[in-house]
């Protein structure tokens, strides 16, 4: 990776579990933030099951499959940015927080798909 360390993907429960985060998810990830040209930074990466519980996400949620990942964002001119260059880079499942942007590439879920929290 160029931008990205792996630590950075890790559940915070577990050191160096950022390494199960999935190759191809990365290499697009890695893809937006070429294209995107601002920082990128990661809020949630891989989680493990209890961590996943513990932040209330879903139970099938995306991160424990190492296919998911939170960006900070905070106003919307970096949202516009990471946004399309994420739609640019091949993905197509996005959820838009106030404070972040999940992007996935989990193929069991709906695909080309923007939601809100
Ligand atoms: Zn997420």
């Known amino acids: 990776m160029i931008y990205f ?3 950075e993907f890790d559940s915070p429960d577990v050191r160096g579990s ?5 190759e191809t ?4 990830l890695e893809d937006a933030r070429a294209k995107a040209n601002i920082p990128f930074k990661i809020n949630s ?3 493990t099951q209890e961590r996943n519980k513990k932040v209330g996400g879903v139970k099938s949620s995306s991160h424990t ?4 990942c939170d ?8 949202r516009f940015i990471i946004t399309t ?9 996005i959820g838009i927080s106030k404070s972040f942007i999940h992007v996935d590439c989990d193929i069991d ?3 080309n798909v923007i939601w809100t929290y």
Request: a positive charge; proline letters at 3%; glycine letters at 10%.
């Open 5 to 7: 360390k792996s630590k």
């Open 18 to 22: 950022g390494v199960l985060m999935d």
């Open 25 to 28: 998810f990365l290499s697009m």
């Open 45 to 47: 990466g891989y989680r």
């Open 65 to 68: 499959k190492g296919l998911a």
């Open 71 to 78: 960006i900070s964002c905070k106003d919307s001119r970096s």
């Open 85 to 93: 260059a994420l739609i640019d880079a091949g993905f197509n499942r």
């Open 109 to 111: 879920k709906p695909l």
